[in-house]
């Protein structure tokens, strides 16, 4: 197995409970590696795991684990998990898993999934959405499809992501949250293949030639992934698409590294909104 062969690679660093008298990485521990990057997977996959299942009436469960140990990793490595499915049956799939450090193979993984009824624990059939998503996002396919429309078409979707985030997560005042520019302004919204809406965003005019992005909110499940940059990237090109030069918002400062990596630069002194510590950030267009 090669780095090359897993489209999902979870990077993990090894901690000093997880090495051995050998002064190495005790064998067990990859298996929660390779749970771990499991978790990631789905991730990558754009579903919220715990809830998917339920709409799905199933859970998986580990029928069968084979670990070939080629090499051992230490203290501290950077270890890269790769996670790939194939080989799906009724009710069954193979998952390949593998660990490297930098491109040595350390560990190969074979593992047997049953998708089950999670009451009784009986094999029942696999969803074909998930099999087919599954395929697709191994054969390279997107699994997020990111919407532009206006308040009346996305609002009762993004209402409840900035709920979820900005009032229960992040305690900011109800009446804070919304206010009269929505109902003007343009919004974009991401869904997974299910259907399930996971990141929200609005785009509006600042000033004539500038244009302003807000209410960026992702799912915390689905943080850590591609799909806030996939909002942005489309209220951007929509932006650009309208004329505007240049584009700027309001980052919460936990945040900050996220715009900073989509070409935003910091404007300006950290200052106080809705009780949360934020920075303006501007970029070209």
Sequence with gaps: MKRTDFRHLETLRVRWAEIDAQGIVFNGHYLTYLDTAVSGYWRALAIPYFDTMKQLGGDLYVRRSVLDYRGSARYDDRLDIGIRC?????????????VFHGDQLLVQAEMVYVFADPVLRSPIPMPEPLRRLMGDFEAGQPVVDVTLGDWASLGAEATAIRREVFVEEQHIPADMEWDSADATCLHALARNRFGLALATGRLLEHVPGVAKIGRMAVLRPMRGTQ???QVLDALMAKARQQGY???LLHAQLSAENFYLRAGFQRRGEPFEEAGIAHVEMVRAL
């Design 245 to 247: 030069r240049e584009v």
């Design 86 to 98: 194939r080989e799906f049956g009724t009710s069954s799939m193979k998952v390949d898993g593998a």
């Design 227 to 229: 799909i806030g940059r």
